[in-house]
């Protein structure tokens, strides 16, 4: 059982896997320098995501990917990295719907959406699974949407919203304004705005 869980989850090992061979890159390669063995590419060590199903699934996968934690995780995954004593960068889990807060509005993705690449602002992500609703903060990011009902979400920060601290909100949303009010270059009412956007994002959030 601790093997078949170590090969499911390669991606967090240290064992190298063995690259896949892309004749047509290695074919151009040996036409253009012959004398030198073609390297190997990022995209040489992943495996392929399932292919295309012939019906729509009842149920979206959601990879959650941040720097230092993992937001969405099914049991089975906790328990498998607890046996495999690794840190939990990637969370995935299977649900009914996912709404990302996307640059262009607000985007709910279901089993069988159309492949799609979506930039993220700071906003609410709303994890539907049956009656149960959860709700996360998300900073900034990228949403990439497959075409076999795979849904990767890479953001910068994410919370859920009941551990979002309203006074720290608001007094953050002030330091910001007063910051952008006496910025005197470019740079620091840059990082003013920024600051007054995600604090009133937040606000708005935990007000919704």
Do not use: C
């Not at 495999?84 to 990637?90: A, E």
């Not at 849904?151 to 979002?164: H, L, T, Y």
Request: hydrophobic fraction near 40%; aromatic fraction near 6%.
């Amino acid at each position: 059982m601790l093997r078949n869980a170590a090969t499911k989850l390669r991606r967090f090992s240290t064992v190298v896997e063995t690259p896949a061979v892309d004749d047509t890159f290695v074919n151009s390669w040996k036409k253009l320098i012959p004398n030198l063995d073609p390297p190997n590419t990022p995209s040489s060590y992943m495996k392929p995501r399932p292919p295309i199903p012939s019906t729509i699934p009842s149920k979206l996968t959601v990879n959650l990917a941040l720097p230092y934690s993992s937001l969405l995780s099914s049991k089975e995954t906790e328990v498998k990295r607890q046996q495999l004593n690794v840190s939990g960068l990637i969370g995935f889990s299977q649900v009914d719907m996912v709404i990302v807060p996307a640059t262009t509005g607000q985007m709910g993705v279901l089993p069988g959406h159309v492949a799609t690449i979506a930039e993220l602002k700071p906003g609410i992500m709303s994890v539907h699974e049956g009656t149960d609703v959860s709700k996360y903060f998300i900073s900034s990011g990228f949403a990439v949407i497959h075409s076999n009902s795979y849904a990767d979400i890479v953001a910068v920060e994410a919370v859920p919203i009941d551990r979002i601290d309203p006074a720290a909100v608001q007094k953050g949303l002030a330091e910001f304004t007063q910051k952008l009010g006496s910025a005197s270059t470019d740079l620091e009412k840059a990082e003013a705005q920024i600051g007054i956007d995600v604090h009133s994002a937040l606000n708005a959030a935990i007000t919704a």
